[in-house]
């Protein structure tokens, strides 16, 4: 049996093979030696955001994303940046945890990859540490001009990143 820590990996992007996505991916194989890094790809598939629905019987589909999130050791939030923001759907995903505690003292790392970034990346730590999750500048990471750095297929070419992308993985690791 495999006792590695489990960790969630929500991909912010809902475009299939997303530069973000295939950073998750990259992640999963380097971290195998840590944990374990089961990747959610469905935000595209949870309802939007609704305080009447929050109830004690909140949509099926909130209820199975809320026990991938209460059965993880951690999390890893990977998403681009949309018209300065982070995207809608990653915003409403985060939204359905506002009235729980689940994210509470969860070890969290943050990846905002995209052209930019940077207001993205700012509003997700702010989200997340409303929501409480535990992060640390090490558990954080802004990557600007992602499609420069790898390949189509996922290949990361830069070594400053590779670096970077290892840092997370073992800062995450010693929250853990």
């Not at 929500?10 to 295939?22: E, M, P, V």
């Not at 195998?32 to 019987?57: C, E, K, M, R, W």
């Not at 730590?125 to 750095?149: E, M, V, W």
Request: charged content about 20%.
């Amino acid at each position: 049996m495999d006792n590695h820590p489990k960790v969630l990996a929500i991909c912010g992007s809902t475009r299939a093979q997303s530069a973000n996505l295939l950073l998750l991916q990259y992640l999963q194989k380097t971290a195998a030696p840590y944990f374990n890094i089961n990747i959610f790809t469905g935000l595209d598939q949870l309802p939007h955001f609704n305080p009447d629905l929050d109830t004690d019987s909140p949509p099926g589909e909130i209820l199975e994303f809320r026990r991938l999130v209460e059965e993880a050791d951690g999390i890893i939030i990977c998403t681009p940046e949309y018209v300065f923001s982070i995207p809608g759907s990653l915003k409403n995903a985060l939204e359905w945890f506002v009235s729980t505690t689940l994210l509470n003292d969860k070890p969290t790392a943050l990846i905002t990859a995209s052209s930019s970034g940077d207001l993205a990346h700012k509003e997700l730590k702010l989200i997340i540490d409303t929501l409480g999750a535990r992060s640390n500048d090490d558990t954080i990471l802004l990557i600007k001009s992602i499609k420069s750095k790898m390949s189509t297929n996922g290949e990361i070419s830069n070594t400053e990143l590779i670096e970077q992308l290892k840092r997370v993985v073992l800062s995450l690791n010693a929250l853990l």
